[in-house]
């Protein structure tokens, strides 16, 4: 078995602003379009090292207007801001899907910290 196996179906919810990552009937995800904007893998959002990492907000409303796939192994997320530069890729994707709440909590606090609100 591949250490990052690719999912078996992505479904956009855009109405509820969720996608929807399906690896087995017993692991699948529901990713708010908001998680996936802040936590987005591109330079732009993570910087080039640790503690580079730019604080996101204002995306509660964010949309995604397209799945691109990048080879077999990753997908570009189009989003309606015009963000398009990171590359989720199979291993990332389940890695936002399994540490979700800790990694939403984790960008609550900073937001917090940093006396901003998301919108």
Known sequence: MQ???A???LRLRRASRVLEVHYTEEESYRLPFEYLRVHSPSAEVQGHG????TLVLGKQ??????VEPVGAYAV???????HDSGLYSWKYLRELGR??????ERYLARVRAAGAARD
């Open 99 to 104: 540490e979700q709440p800790s990694r939403w």
């Open 61 to 66: 409303t964010v949309g995604i207007t397209a």
């Open 3 to 5: 250490d990052s196996p």
């Open 7 to 9: 999912p078996i179906e």
């Open 76 to 82: 570009r997320l189009v989003f309606d801001d015009g």
């Open 50 to 53: 640790p503690g580079q990492e």
